[in-house]
Nanobody
Framework: QVRLVESGGGSVQSGGSLRLSCVASGYTSGSYRMGWFRQAPGKEREGVATVDSRGARNYAYSVQGRFTISTDKDTLYLQMNSLKPEDTAIYYC??????????????????????WGQGTQVTVSS
């Protein structure tokens, strides 16, 4: 069983910064892909940033140059700079782990992730 716990959300003004953290526990060995997703009211959940066990990263176009995803052992981070009101959403951490020896690349698709955190609210005011 894998558990993901996010923290670091909050309220900031436009142009501000936040750093989200996600601690993974449980059976987290093997290759992996991890990502940050967000869901605004009335909208579908969308991929924001992703990283895999080879270090490959990918970002949604809307956050390129402003957000940075990183990992440190079992913790996933999302550094968010130059925040905009349209970044307001609940942010979710997601992960999938693989034990068959194959490489599974990063992905911004929600369907490619098995484990999800409970989410953390990010609110950006203008």
């Amino acid at each position: 069983q894998v558990r993901l716990v996010e923290s670091g959300g909050g309220s900031v003004q436009s142009g501000g910064s936040l750093r989200l953290s996600c601690v993974a526990s449980g059976y987290t060995s093997g290759s992996y892909r991890m990502g940050w997703f967000r869901q605004a009211p009335g909208k579908e959940r969308e991929g924001v940033a992703t990283v895999d066990s080879r270090g490959a990263r990918n970002y949604a176009y809307s956050v390129q140059g402003r957000f940075t995803i990183s990992t440190d052992k079992d913790t996933l981070y999302l550094q968010m700079n130059s925040l905009k009101p349209e970044d307001t959403a609940i942010y979710y951490c997601a992960a999938s782990y693989f034990f068959d020896g194959y490489y599974y690349p990063q992905s911004l698709q929600t369907s490619d992730y098995r484990h999800w955190g409970q989410g953390t609210q990010v609110t950006v005011s203008s």
